[in-house]
């Protein structure tokens, strides 16, 4: 079962991969990070129960994870929000700042 | 008797150094001057190598002295000069010439713009070649002969904007090469051969005088080899084809260089090494045949020659095959005679040539004639140049070959009858050439003037030279102390009754048949092109060596040359320019790969990754 | 892996059904051009993946996953939309090459992983994990003890990023 949860969550990795590298507005750019994110909650919490000791740890890693996730989510919202306001775009594919 | 004046012999060549020297620093502005001082130089050096021979027939010692040059861990390389009765000899020959033709030039080269630069060039040369004469071992000859190989290139290529003259003077140079390449492996034998490594002339007639210090085999590869430097330098088959084509340069550097000096330099080196020579037999046979087969060779190619100059050459390339041949038949005595009298006669030909060519402004034969009566001086002494060439009694040539041909006729009457047919064209030659250009009615209109008495003043100097030269060894009793004096040891004089009798009916033979032909035209001068035209443009094409070489050496040259030269441009040259295009084209490919799109660091950043992951898991199949 | 022999029970049929909705979830995120309806579909997928938390008995993450994730990052990712260009509908590719490189880099890295999961050989010392009777209650005694530390310092990383967004946010609008 447990190769099953693990295939399921690196198909839900790669098609986050594909939107966060492909995707031009950077919400969804965030939505498919956040798939990412998943995909690994779901790892660990699939080798809390079928993993090679099998413990309780995956699941309270999983939920630091989520609020690590949550608190990520938020500041990325408001970078995007004042990025708008300066710039009056959120494509990804706008900014090259990194190249100066 | 005591030596005296032989101490200061070393002076000799440096007077034209100094000559040299000046003209090279000063030149430019001494369009009047810098000839005089070139010629003065040269005239010092005349009086004295003159006292010094003097002082040589009047018996005083040879004399040797140096000094040490380069000291190499246990070896010393010494500078030093030798004053014998040969070198000697050859000083007074050379210095004379190089005056006479340094006089001449003043004439010549009137209205020429690099005047100066010009009797630079010859004064080096007369240095050089003085030096070539004096040094004490091979080695510093070996630096002098390659100076004059380079002076003689200078001026053979002195009109370089002529493209002939360039080509002349590469030729020149590369074939010269040839030989000298031969000569410094013989060198370098000698060096690793000798005891002590010693090079001296006196060391080495020690050594290759007791038989068994150094083996046969040896001896007779160092002998051919030095002789492959002396085939060069004069231009003996096969190295002779850039003699005739050095007849570009200036007619007083043919007089000097081309006939006189530098192209006997190569009789000179054999007669300097003889005792290398007289320890092998092979050797002296080779020296012997292929100075016969030089004779009559290039005398059969004067013939259909149209070229005043050109004819000269390949004569004087035959009288250095008469030269060789005397040497191989192990008379340097006859071969030094026959050198000294050549020297005269040949520059007193080329000098008379260039009075005529600069009096006609033509080299071709066929379009001068006529020219006896409005040139007379060079005409007569013209005549006596000829006459002693082709052996007529009592001009000096006809002593010196008449030696040549004794020692032949004792020794090997096979070369006997080569040198005997040799002399008939040459006689046959000589004859064509003077009365096509003086005999006969002017053609063309180009009646000419008498030269300056600059230059026909020399000429006469020359002339008289030509008749007497000869009669410091005549084969009669009680006459023949050159010989003795020269080499220790007299000519052979058996039968000599008969050589001169045979040597000068040829001579008369062939000038009463170039009379019969080109004077009273009782033989059609076509008569043998029209029977034999094969002949005639063999011997006008010069047997085709020319270009036999060309389709050898220079085609398959230049084509491993292309090959090479494709080789570097493409591979070698490719390799460095992909090296360096790769490296450009990786940091361009770098450069827009940092384009500050986040997306696309990220997507490098997971190939990496992806690149990682199939290595680590690839390794599993391996 | 030998016969690909498949026992049909509760569970596997539970995950299914969950995988099949959170794979057209995924999928249509991608697919979708107007953002809204993509945010939609991403909700779909979270709350496919709680039940798939459920089915691994994991409730109380299961509860946490449908609070956060379908609730609060969702609401949160469509006031992101609202407040920057909410019309917005995702334009034609652009970028062709781009865009091929990265699903090929994709599905190789997807090929990587299977075939790192196919071969691996999961032995598990233990019975899988029955933890489902007092789940809440073990993670709750688990976090206030073992966890603490961390577990009081995400509270503080929280609030900070609580703090911060709101100043990002602000900032520019003063």
Redesign the interface.
């Known amino acids: 079962m447990l190769s099953s949860y693990l295939t399921m969550a690196a198909i839900l990795f790669c098609i986050g991969l594909y939107g966060a590298l492909t995707k031009r507005n950077a919400v969804i750019v965030l939505m498919s990070v956040e798939l990412m994110l998943n995909s690994v909650n779901l790892n660990l919490v699939a080798f809390s129960k079928y993993g090679v000791v099998p413990s309780l740890t995956g699941q309270i890693f999983s939920l630091f994870t989520i609020s690590v996730a949550a608190a990520e989510v938020a500041v990325g919202v408001a970078i995007l929000i004042a990025l708008f306001r300066s710039r009056g775009s959120a494509n990804v594919d706008e900014f090259n700042e990194m190249r100066r | 008797m005591e030596t005296v004046l032989s101490q200061y012999a070393w002076l000799v060549p440096v007077f034209p150094l100094a000559a040299f020297l000046i003209l090279l620093a000063f030149g430019r502005g001494m369009k009047r001057t810098g000839p005089v001082i070139a010629t003065l130089g040269s005239l010092a050096s005349l009086v004295l190598s003159a006292l010094v021979l003097i002082e040589q027939l009047g018996g005083a010692d040879e004399y040797n002295n140096g000094f040490d040059w380069i000291q190499i861990g246990g070896y010393t390389l010494t500078v030093g000069f030798d004053v014998t009765n040969l070198t000697a000899l050859m000083m007074v020959v050379v210095s004379l010439v190089a005056f006479l033709v340094n006089v001449y030039s003043i004439g010549y080269m009137k209205d020429d713009e690099r005047i100066s630069v010009f009797f630079a060039y010859v004064a080096l040369f007369t240095c050089s070649m003085l030096g070539l004469v004096i040094a004490d071992n091979l080695l510093m000859l070996y630096i002098f002969w390659e100076l004059v190989g380079l002076c003689s290139f200078l001026l053979i290529g002195f009109w370089y904007y002529k493209p002939e003259a360039k080509a002349a003077a590469k030729k020149a140079f590369i074939v010269t090469r040839v030989g000298d390449v031969g000569f410094l492996i013989a060198l370098l034998l000698l060096f690793w051969y000798m005891p002590d490594h010693d090079l001296s002339f006196a060391a080495i007639a020690n050594v290759f005088g007791q038989t068994g210090l150094i083996t046969e085999g040896i001896t007779t590869l160092i002998a051919i080899l030095i002789f492959l430097g002396a085939v060069g330098k004069s231009g003996q088959f096969p190295l002779h084809v850039w003699l005739p084509d050095a007849m570009e340069g200036p007619t007083p550097i043919s007089a000097l260089i081309h006939a006189a000096t530098m192209v006997a330099a190569g009789v000179f080196l054999v007669a300097r090494t003889f005792p290398i020579f007289e320890a092998s037999p092979a050797a002296l046979d080779t020296v012997a045949w292929v100075g016969a087969f030089t004779a009559i060779f290039a005398a059969s190619i004067a013939i259909a020659q149209d070229d005043i100059k050109r004819i000269l050459a390949y004569s004087t390339v035959s009288q250095l095959g008469y030269m060789m041949m005397a040497l191989g038949l192990g008379s340097v005595t006859a071969a030094m005679f026959h050198l000294f009298t050549h020297a005269f006669f040949k520059a007193l030909l080329f000098l008379g040539a260039g009075s005529v060519i600069h009096a006609v402004h033509t080299q071709n034969i066929h379009e001068m004639g006529g020219l006896g009566k409005t040139m007379k001086t060079t005409a007569w002494t013209f005549a006596v140049g000829a006459l002693a060439l082709a052996g007529i009694p009592p001009l000096s040539g006809f002593w010196s070959k008449d030696a040549i041909l004794a020692e032949a006729l004792h020794d090997h009457p096979a070369l006997f009858a080569i040198g005997i047919a040799a002399a008939l064209l040459t006689a046959l030659y000589m004859s064509r050439l003077f009365f096509l250009v003086f005999a006969g009615k002017p053609r063309k209109g180009a009646s000419g003037h008498e030269s300056p008495a600059v230059m026909t003043v020399p000429l006469v100097v020359l002339a008289l030279l030509a008749v007497v030269a000869g009669f410091v060894e005549m084969p009669f009793e009680g006459t023949g102390w050159f010989g003795e004096w020269l080499t220790g040891h007299a000519a052979a004089h058996e039968g000599t009754a008969l050589v001169m009798l045979v040597s000068t009916a040829v001579g008369l033979l062939g000038i009463y048949l170039g009379w019969l032909i080109y004077v009273k035209g009782a033989i059609p001068r076509d008569a043998v092109t029209k029977r034999m035209p094969w002949l005639t443009r063999l011997l006008e094409r010069k047997y085709y060596i020319d270009e036999i070489y060309h389709a050898v050496f220079v085609v398959s040259l230049r084509a491993i040359g292309r090959a090479f030269d494709a080789f570097d441009r493409h591979v070698v040259g490719g390799a460095v320019r992909l090296a360096g295009g790769a490296a450009v084209w990786t940091g361009r490919a770098a450069t827009r790969m940092q384009n500050g799109q986040l997306q696309s660091y990220g997507l490098y950043a997971v190939i990496g990754l992806v690149i990682l992951a199939a290595a680590i898991a690839g390794r599993r199949f391996w | 892996m030998g016969g690909f022999y498949i026992d049909w029970s509760g569970?596997?049929v539970a995950?299914f059904a969950f995988?099949v909705v959170?794979?057209v979830g995924?999928?249509l995120?991608?697919t979708l051009t107007k953002?809204v309806h993509?945010?939609a579909s991403?909700a779909a997928?979270?709350l496919g993946?709680g039940g798939?938390?459920v089915v691994?008995?994991?409730e109380?993450?299961a509860f946490?996953?449908v609070l956060?994730?379908a609730g609060?990052?969702t609401i949160?990712?469509i006031?992101?939309?609202m407040?920057?260009?909410h019309q917005?509908v995702?334009?034609e590719?652009?970028?062709p090459a781009?865009?091929i490189?990265?699903?090929v880099?994709?599905?190789?890295?997807?090929g990587?992983?299977?075939?790192?999961?196919?071969t691996t050989e999961?032995?598990?010392?233990?019975?899988?994990?029955q933890?489902g009777v007092d789940?809440a209650m073990?993670?709750g005694k688990?976090?206030y003890t073992q966890?603490v530390i961390?577990f009081e310092l995400?509270s503080v990383?929280?609030t900070?990023?609580?703090i911060?967004?709101?100043v990002?946010?602000k900032?520019?609008?003063e």
Not at chain 3, 105 to 110: E, K, T
Not at chain 3, 122 to 129: G, T
């Open positions: 569970e596997l995950f995988a959170m794979i995924a999928v995120m991608l953002v993509m945010v991403l997928v979270f993946l798939m938390f691994l008995e994991a109380f993450v946490t996953q956060l994730y609060a990052v949160l990712l006031f992101g939309i407040m920057t260009d917005a995702q334009r590719p652009v970028r781009h865009e490189v990265s699903a880099a994709s599905i190789v890295l997807f990587i992983l299977f075939y790192a999961i196919r999961f032995a598990p010392s233990a019975p899988p994990l933890a789940n073990e993670i688990q976090l966890h961390p995400v990383l929280l900070v990023a609580f911060g967004a709101i990002i946010a900032k520019e609008a």
